[in-house]
C-alpha cells in the first residue's frame, strides 16, 4: 500500500455518489476548471482531458471520473439538460393538446393532476428527497430557489384544464381559448423562464475542481467533482486492494465502510503520473514524427 505506513492526513474526493481519498502529502492546491483553457492532446485516451497553464507551467489534466470508469461530469451534464428541455417540451405540447381537444370537440385525455406528468413524479421525488436535491444542486441556493418557484406555475398550468372543460361543457368555447392563450403567456412563460434558468445554474454548477497533485518530481491536474473532508487516518483504517476490484492499477488501497462513512478508495497518485507521464510523452514524440 501507498503512503500507509504511518497517521497521515488524507483528502476525500467525491465523484457522483462515490467517495476517493489521495493523502494530502502529495497535494499541492486546489483551483477551478472554469476559466482555463484547455489544450488537447492529439492521440491521447479519453481520460486525458489535455494541459492547462497554470502559474506558467502546463498542466496536465487527468480526468479521474473517465480513468476509473465512471462516466464524464459533461456526459451527466447533458442528460440533466436534456431531461429539463423533455419536461419543457412535455408541457408547451401539454397546453397545446388541451387547446386542439377544445377546437376538435373531443375529450382532453392528458392528466391534469400535477404530481401525476413525468414532471410532477420527478419534481416530487427530487425535492422530497434531502440527498438528492444536495446532490443535483451542488447545494447551491440560487439553484434550490429556482427549483422551489417551479412549484406554483406547475400546480396552476395544470389546473387550468379543469377551467377549460368546464367552460366548454358551457358552450363558452370562445372564453375557454382566451384562458388558455393567457395560460401559455403567463403560466407557461413563467415556467419556461425557470426551465431556461435552471439549466443555465446547472451548466454553470456542474464544473469540475481541480486537485493539483505532485510526487517524485512528476504533477498532474486531477479532474474531481468536490473536495468533502480532509480526515486523520492511521494505517489500521486501511485494507488491501480487493483482487475483483475495477481499475486496481490506480487503487493503492481501500478504508473500509462503517456506520458514519461509505467505502473509500485510495488513490495511487504515482500510478496516476505515470500514466500521464506516459501519454504525454508518447503524444510529444508522435507530434515530432507528424513534423
Known amino acids: 500500500m501507498e503512503d500507509h505506513n504511518e497517521l497521515g492526513c488524507w483528502l476525500t474526493l467525491k465523484m457522483g455518489e462515490q467517495h476517493f481519498m489521495i493523502s494530502v502529502d502529495h497535494v499541492v492546491e486546489l483551483t477551478k476548471m472554469r476559466g482555463h483553457p484547455i489544450a488537447e492532446l492529439p492521440g491521447s485516451p479519453p481520460s486525458i482531458l489535455g494541459t492547462m497553464r497554470l502559474r506558467d507551467q502546463l498542466l496536465p489534466l487527468i480526468d479521474l471520473r473517465i480513468a476509473l ?3 464524464s461530469m459533461a456526459e451527466e451534464t447533458q442528460e440533466v439538460i436534456d431531461l429539463l428541455n423533455a419536461r419543457e417540451a412535455d408541457h408547451v405540447n401539454w397546453l ?8 376538435e370537440e373531443r375529450e382532453f385525455t392528458l392528466t391534469t393532476n400535477p404530481h401525476a406528468c413525468k414532471f410532477g413524479r420527478w419534481y416530487d421525488d427530487l425535492m422530497g ?4 436535491l444536495d446532490m443535483f444542486t451542488n447545494r447551491n441556493l440560487s439553484l434550490r430557489a429556482v427549483l422551489e418557484e417551479f412549484r406554483t406555475p406547475h400546480e396552476q398550468i395544470h389546473s387550468v384544464a379543469n377551467e377549460v ?6 358552450g363558452k368555447v370562445a372564453e375557454g381559448l382566451r384562458r388558455i392563450e393567457e395560460t401559455r403567456e403567463t403560466v ?4 419556461i423562464r425557470l426551465f431556461a434558468r435552471a439549466k443555465e445554474l446547472v451548466s454553470q454548477l456542474r464544473q469540475p475542481l481541480v486537485v493539483v497533485v505532485e510526487r517524485d518530481g512528476g504533477r498532474a491536474g486531477l479532474l474531481i467533482d468536490e473536495v468533502d473532508a480532509i480526515r486523520r487516518m492511521g494505517p489500521e483504517a486501511f485494507d488491501p486492494v480487493p483482487g475483483d476490484m475495477e481499475h486496481s492499477d490506480f487503487i493503492s488501497a481501500v478504508c473500509a465502510r462503517d456506520e458514519e462513512h461509505p467505502l473509500r478508495v485510495v488513490l495511487s497518485v504515482s500510478s496516476l503520473l505515470e500514466r500521464v507521464a506516459g501519454v504525454v510523452e508518447s503524444c510529444a514524440s508522435e507530434s515530432a514524427e507528424a513534423a
Open 188 to 191: 407557461l412563460g413563467a415556467m
Open 96 to 103: 397545446n393538446e388541451l387547446e386542439a381537444s377544445v377546437r
Open 69 to 71: 470508469g465512471l462516466r
Open 165 to 170: 372543460t368546464l367552460l366548454t361543457k358551457e
Open 129 to 132: 428527497d434531502s440527498a438528492k
